[in-house]
């Protein structure tokens, strides 16, 4: 029973109502609002990453170009009279090298044919090297600054790159060719790039398109290392193509990422920013955590506000509820219900309390319509039969006598056949009028049948017969007045059996003496009355013989017939 009222209970509903809301509520708010921040947050990241790498785009191509230009100031400044003497072209090199060493490998310089003859500092496995075998030597002899493309120095092993410049003699004819090499990492070229980080998980890259190769990366383990092929990331795909600006897409290794691209000035490099869109997203993962979080504590303040207002504003309605459940039970009387506040549950209560008194009245119409007569409103046989039960006992406590006068009409029934029934409901009433001046204050008048009335008298003396006859004389006379209706006037009589009783006798014996009574005055002529044997009235013996009666009398006026 508890379950089936906490599953049918207001507070339950109204509980299952506000957590469906802050559902819904939460739903929506991560759908707009995490999509939202997403939206934005990614394009932040996006333009700040894109800004990041034209930042270093830029600063790498103005380390190139400082070099590429280094490199042709001193081609134009270099002695064509010294090719044939290496020991000083080495005395040379090391002079300006030891100036400005911004070739962290050195300078060389090869001959006409390719082939470098002398360099500084010396390392092994270059001198006696031949450019020819580098795909851009060529432009080199066309007279153009060449940066060559970045490899594993034959020399150091290490990863390098290595820039040419032909040397001109008066003339203005290619004699030679002067370079110089730095390894990738060296200090004040890119070594900054393998030192730079993005956030935990983010990377830069240096790319040469090209070759489809990684030049510098802030992850050392990816130097030299060929990208993806193509159609594994179609973003970096784009980007080998010409694209430059920013994304979202999915790495080679099946990541979500942001990557920003931007082309390295003065060369055929460009520069690629790469970081996890989750990594970039921190505000959108903090914004989840608060959704959940405001999830949890609007729920918990839901259910504490609907206890609260349960046990508060609900108090007076769960008050009243109990209030009338015991009454339906029967452990109370009906009553108004106490309101005591004035809001909707006031307003319900006291609309109650309307309902239960327009109840309490129409249960007291429906028990006056079942013990009272409904045309003459006179007490009917039931509420006789209780009023008789009392006047009984009454007498037998005081020891006084009671009297029961069965009346019937005589003449009624020409009358209502002849006049209809709407004249003999009026003669019925005005009949009900007349017996009602003749009992006496606490006598009992009722209907018992369609012309038949019996009144009950209290509180006889001794005698009991003498105070009985008085009464029914009263009512033959009553009775026999002359009836004034709209058809004319018209006379009634009225014959009277009376039975007494000290008390010590039934009720039923008692109604069943004063009726054979009142057939024995029919049989004497009606009109009359007849008092039943005071044996009769206690035993309920046979009354049918108009001589056993105890006396008869006939008032003045006989009855019309």
């Known amino acids: 029973m508890m379950i089936k009222?906490?599953?049918?209970?207001?507070?339950?509903?109204?509980?299952?109502?506000?957590?469906?809301?802050?559902?819904?509520?939460?739903?929506?708010?991560?759908?707009?609002?995490?999509?939202?921040?997403?939206?934005?947050?990614?394009?932040?990241?996006?333009?700040?990453?894109?800004?990041?790498?034209?930042?270093?785009?830029?600063?790498?191509?103005?380390r190139v170009q400082e070099r590429a230009s280094y490199l042709e100031r001193l081609a134009g400044h270099f002695p064509t009279a010294l090719l044939g003497d290496?020991?000083?072209?080495?005395?040379?090199?090391?002079?300006?090298?030891?100036?400005?060493?911004?070739?962290?490998?050195?300078?060389?310089?090869?001959?006409?044919?390719?082939?470098?003859?002398?360099?500084?500092?010396?390392?092994?496995?270059?001198?006696?090297?031949?450019?020819?075998?580098?795909?851009?030597?060529?432009?080199?002899?066309?007279?153009?600054?060449?940066?060559?493309?970045?490899?594993?120095?034959?020399?150091?092993?290490?990863?390098?790159?290595?820039m040419l410049t032909p040397l001109r003699d008066a003339s203005g004819r290619i004699v030679g060719v002067l370079g110089g090499s730095s390894e990738?990492?060296?200090?004040?070229?890119?070594?900054?790039?393998?030192?730079?980080?993005?956030?935990?998980?983010?990377?830069?890259?240096?790319v040469s398109p090209q070759q489809r190769m990684i030049i510098a990366s802030s992850d050392e383990a990816l130097v030299l290392t060929q990208l993806p092929s193509a159609g594994r990331d179609e973003l970096m795909d784009q980007a080998l193509a010409g694209y430059r600006g920013n994304g979202v897409g999915i790495a080679a290794n099946g990541?979500?990422?942001?990557?920003?691209?931007?082309?390295?000035?003065?060369?055929?490099?460009?520069?690629?920013?790469?970081m996890p869109l989750a990594a970039a997203l921190p505000t959108v993962e903090r914004t989840r955590a608060l959704i959940a979080r405001g999830g949890v504590i609007q729920g918990v303040m839901v259910v504490l506000l609907l206890v609260l207002a349960y046990l508060w504003f609900f108090r007076p309605l769960r008050r009243a509820a109990a209030l009338a459940d015991r009454m339906t039970r029967g452990e109370l009387p009906l009553s108004p219900l106490p309101v005591e506040r004035r809001d909707e549950v006031g307003h319900l209560t006291?609309?109650?309390?309307?309902?239960?008194?327009?109840?309490?009245?129409?249960?007291?119409?429906?028990?006056?319509?079942?013990?009272?007569?409904?045309l003459t409103g006179l007490p009917n046989r039931m509420m006789l039969a209780e009023r008789m039960e009392a006047a009984l006992t009454h007498a037998c406590r005081e020891r006084n006598g009671v009297a029961l006068l069965f009346l019937d009409l005589d003449g009624f029934k020409p009358i209502n056949d002849?006049?209809?029934?709407?004249?003999?409901?009026?003669?019925?009433?005005?009949?009900?009028?007349?017996?009602?001046?003749?009992?006496?204050?606490?006598?009992?008048?009722?209907?018992?049948?369609g012309d038949e009335f019996v009144l009950l008298i209290t509180d006889l003396g001794e005698p009991y017969e003498h105070g009985a006859q008085v009464l029914a004389e009263k009512?033959?006379?009553?009775?026999?007045?002359?009836?004034?209706?709209?058809?004319?006037?018209?006379?009634?009589?009225?014959?009277?059996?009376?039975?007494?009783?000290?008390?010590?006798?039934?009720?039923?014996?008692?109604?069943?003496?004063?009726d054979k009574a009142m057939y024995a005055a029919k049989g004497n002529g009606r009109g009359c009355y007849v008092i039943a044997p005071a044996r009769a009235s206690g035993t309920g013996s046979d009354l049918s013989a108009p001589g056993g009666t105890a006396g008869t009398t006939r008032p003045a006026g006989s009855a019309h017939s």
């Open 184 to 206: 990738l990492n060296a200090p004040g070229f890119l070594d900054h790039l393998q030192q730079a980080r993005l956030g935990p998980t983010g990377s830069f890259l240096l």
């Open 418 to 449: 002849t006049l209809g029934h709407k004249a003999g409901d009026l003669v019925l009433q005005e009949v009900t009028r007349r017996l009602h001046q003749v009992a006496r204050h606490g006598d009992t008048l009722a209907r018992v049948g």
């Open 255 to 274: 990541v979500n990422e942001i990557k920003a691209f931007a082309s390295v000035p003065g060369t055929p490099w460009l520069v690629a920013v790469t």
């Open 5 to 62: 009222r906490i599953h049918c209970s207001l507070v339950t509903r109204l509980t299952l109502f506000g957590l469906l809301l802050i559902l819904v509520s939460a739903v929506l708010r991560y759908n707009i609002l995490i999509g939202f921040l997403e939206k934005e947050q990614a394009q932040v990241a996006a333009d700040q990453q894109s800004t990041i790498a034209s930042y270093l785009a830029q600063d790498i191509g103005y």
């Open 350 to 374: 006291m609309a109650f309390n309307g309902l239960l008194s327009r109840l309490k009245l129409h249960q007291a119409e429906l028990q006056h319509q079942a013990h009272h007569d409904v």
């Open 475 to 514: 009512c033959i006379k009553a009775v026999s007045e002359p009836l004034h209706l709209a058809q004319g006037e018209y006379r009634l009589g009225v014959s009277v059996g009376i039975a007494v009783c000290d008390g010590s006798c039934d009720a039923d014996s008692l109604l069943q003496a004063a």
């Open 86 to 162: 290496r020991a000083a072209m080495r005395s040379w090199l090391q002079d300006h090298q030891q100036l400005l060493p911004l070739f962290a490998q050195g300078l060389f310089v090869a001959d006409g044919n390719g082939t470098i003859v002398v360099d500084y500092p010396t390392l092994d496995g270059r001198r006696a090297l031949s450019l020819t075998n580098y795909p851009d030597y060529e432009r080199v002899l066309q007279g153009a600054t060449v940066l060559c493309p970045p490899l594993n120095s034959p020399a150091s092993g290490k990863p390098i790159v290595a």
